[in-house]
Nanobody, 128 residues
């Protein structure tokens, strides 16, 4: 069964850190760019970060740049999102998505184009 499973969400105080994981099963992530998205209550889904299949290219939405770091370990078939200096505004359900191609679909934004597989999401709650 082809799937992505996110983990690592939880409740954290403002200023704290969390590391999200996105583990693939039933297929290899080696040839897929992977993005993280988030959706806060009452808001539209927002692209957070994308990493190319080799990890050589990454991009971020401005609101998380320099606080969040995306990385991947293809040997473990897993992509990570290290989130530091968390703010209440980061509260959301975080989803990972595997794109059809090796490159992120945009060099200028994190977009949900050419997504082949979505994860089920993990909740991140940041208290003030």
């Amino acid at each position: 069964q082809v799937q992505l499973v996110e983990s690592g969400g939880g409740l954290v105080q403002a200023g704290g850190s969390l590391r999200l994981s996105c583990a693939a099963s039933g297929f290899t992530l080696d040839y897929h760019a992977v993005s993280w998205f988030r959706q806060a209550p009452g808001k539209e889904r927002e692209g957070v970060s994308c990493i190319s299949s080799t990890g050589g290219t990454t991009n971020y939405v401005d609101s998380v740049r320099f606080r969040f770091t995306i990385s991947r370990d293809n040997a473990k078939n897993t992509v990570y999102l290290q989130m530091n200096s968390l703010e209440p505004e980061d509260t959301a359900v975080y989803y990972c998505a595997a794109h059809r191609y090796t490159a992120c679909p945009s060099a200028f934004a994190v977009v949900d184009k050419h997504v082949d597989v979505w994860g089920q999401g993990t909740l991140v709650t940041v208290s003030s």
